[in-house]
């Protein structure tokens, strides 16, 4: 049987009209809350979170309710519940589906947080990139306060909750939580190190509770279905669905749901419906910046936090980019490299130098001049980086590096030795050659030519200059008779 | 809205919603236009403001609701139809020309036509 989905988080996505309360309400919206309010002790909401087994969505997969237990516990006059709509995992968007398709299922697992740690205020942070969501947020958060489920005395309960929006500016690291904290002061996005934890001393000071989006998108269902109910779907140590944004080579790029467990195989052929072109597949990345490319031998790999880190890999926030035959694995831990590198806020030496330093010597090995020793540095400079960086930025950064070398070493030697890329992608160290039986001499691709590389009278056999030549393709695009050769 | 003062007046208005909804969907037409930042990118808009002007001319009733992302990047604009007691029905990159056969063929005339996606439901 072909794997299917299951949404909890995206139960409402493309079902209700996002902006009109009363779809919500209608599929039992605020109904937790109200639930929670009425009948249940703050502790009993954070045991039922707790039982659930629900982990956070948003990269770390820590258990959410031992999250708001910490949170829960110490005594102050205030205390922030935070969303982490920051999203910068580059080609993700899962949180931006839920906050467009279903922004009152985040605004009501706040508050039913707000109500289990002792909170009164939440803060979505969220990047400006988003304009769509933050319209749809903003008259959610309106028309939640209209009806009296969101603001003061909710209910009639006693019980107050407000919730505001601050704006990111789209930094990646200010998705780490001290930096999203130290953003939303008005700081500089710089991560601190941890201990303290934001339960204990987070924004201003005070205990704070973060989460994503997605993890948040699932505590109304939890609270209405019951904890027994969502731990008896995935597996053992990772309940419940998670979202992927399907993208790369694959026939149905999009967005899915699946429950915890399914199969790489079951997600990328039964429900992205194979590779493009029915193309081979070659390696799947997961976990984003932070994740590592998975191969063949990891397809019947479940989707569940500890086998993907078992293999090489993280769960990551739900990037899911698959490549085929033509991708090549060193120019994509290189593509990634590039992203850290922009995006290490520069704290630390082992991260803004080290990344910088992996990064300059990838691009020595796609550019024909890596040596095998370049390979060895490569290991070992991932190891100090990931050990001696302060956040979770650095400390993840190599991993792309990693995972391609552990798992598609065969390539890199290809690159260094042979100067050779079999996926044609690194310019570098493509030859473009003249196939003599073909050629008869037309002239185009020399008239084409930037590099004045072609030599060759007309209609006799013509010849590229490889010290001349640039490696542009235009000669290949030209020739109608199939005589230029990429080697 | 009018304020919710208790927890017992919101599931009362829960249930009468849910009752709502079920009745309009077994006489009404419902038609669910994506509009997510991607569905919005691939075109949905000009989709949805045909349904808008043309199903009031219709002598149907029906309605319409601009949704979220239905996750069929791979097919935006999407366009959900449900007929009075029918299974719901998901057309994929959906056009001007699409949308009016949407209301020409499969709405009004009942016939099978081209663009329905397979998906997955739970
Ligand atoms: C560099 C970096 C970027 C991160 N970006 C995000 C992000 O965009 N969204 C997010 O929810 N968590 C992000 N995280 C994880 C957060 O630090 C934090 O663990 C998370 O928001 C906690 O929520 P959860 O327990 O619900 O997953 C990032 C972490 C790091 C190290
Ligand atoms: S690891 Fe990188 S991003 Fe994190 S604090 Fe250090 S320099 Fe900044
Ligand atoms: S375009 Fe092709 S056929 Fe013509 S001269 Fe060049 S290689 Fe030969
Ligand atoms: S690849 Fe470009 S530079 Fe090289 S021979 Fe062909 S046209 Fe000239």
Redesign the pocket.
């Known amino acids: 049987m072909k794997a299917q989905q299951l949404k909890i988080a995206l139960r409402n996505c493309g079902v209700i009209d996002p902006e009109n309360i009363q779809d919500y309400i209608a599929r039992e919206g605020y109904l937790a809350l109200g639930k929670c309010l009425a009948g249940g002790s703050r502790e009993a909401v954070v045991e039922t979170v707790k039982k659930s087994g629900l982990r956070?969505?948003?990269?770390?997969g820590?258990s959410?309710g031992m999250?708001w237990e910490f949170a829960a516990k110490p005594q102050s006059d205030r205390k922030f519940v935070v969303c982490?709509a920051?999203?910068?995992d580059p080609g993700a968007f899962m949180d931006r589906a839920v906050l467009e398709g279903d922004p009152h299922s985040v605004l009501e697992a706040m508050a039913i947080c707000g109500y289990a740690i002792g909170a009164e205020d939440g803060y979505i942070y969220i990047r400006a990139e988003y304009p769509l969501a933050i319209k749809r947020l903003k008259t959610a958060i309106a028309q939640a306060e209209e009806a009296g489920l969101l603001g003061s005395n909710i209910m009639n309960t006693g019980f107050n909750f407000k919730i505001y929006l601050k704006y990111g500016a789209g930094a990646?690291?200010c998705?780490?939580?001290t930096a999203l904290i130290k953003s939303m002061e008005g700081h500089r996005g710089e991560p601190v190190s941890k201990p303290p934890f934001p339960a204990t001393k987070g924004y201003r000071g005070k205990p704070t509770n973060?989460?994503?989006?997605e993890?948040f998108a699932n505590v109304a269902a939890i609270i209405n279905k019951g904890a027994d109910w969502f731990a008896s779907i995935g597996t053992e140590k990772s309940k419940g669905t998670k979202v992927f944004a399907l993208a790369g080579k694959v026939k149905n790029v999009g967005l899915v749901e699946v429950p915890m467990g399914t199969t790489l195989r079951e997600l990328i052929y039964d429900i992205g419906g194979g590779i493009l072109d029915d193309k081979e597949f070659q390696a799947v990345q997961t976990g984003g910046p932070s994740g590592g490319c998975l191969t063949v031998k990891h397809l019947d790999t479940p989707i569940d936090y500890e086998s993907l880190v078992a293999s090489g890999s993280m769960m990551g926030?739900g990037g899911m980019i698959v490549m085929d035959e033509d991708d090549c694995m060193v120019a994509v831990a290189q593509f990634y490299l590039e992203f850290t590198v922009e995006e290490s806020c520069g704290k630390c030496v082992p991260c803004r130098e080290g990344n910088k330093a992996l990064y300059n010597i990838l691009h020595k090995i796609t550019h024909g001049s890596g040596t095998m020793a370049d390979i060895d540095r490569l290991k070992e400079l991932s190891v100090v980086i990931k050990s001696t960086s302060l956040?979770?930025?650095g400390q993840t950064s190599p991993n792309p590096v990693l995972s391609t070398i552990n798992n598609f070493y065969d390539d890199y030697v290809q690159h260094v030795v042979d100067k050779k890329c079999r996926a044609k992608r690194c310019r570098a160290l493509l030859e473009y050659l003249v196939i003599e039986e073909n050629c008869i001499g037309c002239g185009a691709c020399k008239r084409a030519c930037p590099a004045d590389a072609i030599l060759g009278e007309p209609k006799k056999k013509h010849f590229i200059d490889q010290e001349k030549c640039i490696k542009c393709g235009a000669c290949y695009q030209k020739c109608k008779f199939n005589a230029i050769a990429i080697d | 809205m009018e304020k919710v003062t208790n927890v017992e007046q919101l599931k009362a208005l829960q249930s009468a919603l849910s009752k709502e909804a079920e009745q309009a969907a077994s006489k009404k037409v419902i038609i669910r236009i994506a509009m997510a930042t991607c569905s919005i990118a691939s075109g949905a808009k000009p989709v949805l403001d045909f349904f808008t002007e043309e199903m009031p001319r219709q002598p149907l009733e029906f309605i319409i609701k601009s949704t979220g992302c239905t996750g069929l990047c791979h097919s935006e604009p999407t366009v959900e139809v449900t007929l009075p007691g029918k299974a719901p029905v998901m057309f994929g990159k959906v056009d001007v020309k699409k949308a009016n056969e949407i209301v020409n063929d499969y709405i009004k005339g009942g016939k099978q036509i081209e663009g329905i996606l397979e998906v997955s439901r739970s």
Request: charged fraction near 25%; include cysteine.
């Open positions: 956070g969505r948003g990269g770390g820590f959410t999250k982490n920051d999203e910068g990646f690291v998705g780490e939580e973060v989460n994503n989006v993890t926030s956040c979770g930025l």
